[in-house]
């Protein structure tokens, strides 16, 4: 089922979901060229990690819209994400947080409890990896900007902010 075209974001929408995209790919990056310099074996034709998300409504946009023009064909492997074609993302500037974020190794904190969540790729990050703080991109303060500038979206445009939609709906 294709899901309907969603709305045009506001300017300022806009601005800030490119901000976030942004900061992100900054500190992967400061991430990538120090201290995870040459350990990782992420690339072009590894796609090991392109499930079938679901996104939010604000990510949601951003895809369908790149797909209506990058696509030309669909992925029909069901445990494959649509938008991957001969091991390459059709949309790749234009995807999602948690697909920019595959790979590394992730920290969810919970500051009550006292608690940190990882969550590695296993391909990258062997179980007998020793991590230190450095190692891991803190997403809390990501997801929480992604969170506002979605629920900013959904007000202005009079969707449910909490409906994720799948990516195979928006190719
Ligand atoms: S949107 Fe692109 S990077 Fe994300 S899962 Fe699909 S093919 Fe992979």
């Known amino acids: ?29 400061e991430k990538n060229d120090g201290i995870l310099k040459d350990k990782l074996k992420c690339g072009p ?12 409504p604000i ?36 995807r999602p947080v948690i697909c920019r974020t595959q790979g590394l190794a992730l920290a969810y904190i919970n500051h009550d409890e006292g608690t940190i969540e990882v969550s590695a790729c296993p391909i990258n990050f062997p179980d007998d990896f020793e991590f230190t703080m450095d190692h891991l991109l803190d997403m809390d303060s990501f997801n929480g900007r ?16 909490l409906k994720r939609i799948p990516i195979p709906e928006l190719a």
Do not use: W
């Not at 499930?51 to 939010?56: A, D, N, V, Y």
């Not at 949601?60 to 091991?87: H, M, S, T």
């Not at 992604?146 to 902010?161: D, F, K």
């Open 45 to 56: 034709g590894c796609s090991s990690c392109c499930e079938r998300f679901s996104l939010l």
């Open 146 to 161: 992604l969170a506002e500038i979605n629920l900013q979206y959904c007000e202005e445009s009079g969707l449910e902010p």
């Open 1 to 29: 089922m294709k899901h309907p075209a969603l709305p045009e974001p506001s300017d300022l929408v806009k601005q800030k979901y490119a901000e976030l995209i942004s900061d992100l790919d900054s500190a992967i990056d």
């Open 59 to 94: 990510e949601a946009f951003a895809v369908q819209n790149a797909a209506k023009e990058n696509r030309e064909d669909f992925n029909e492997d069901p445990g494959k994400c649509v938008l991957l074609i001969n091991d390459l993302c059709t949309v790749y500037e234009s």
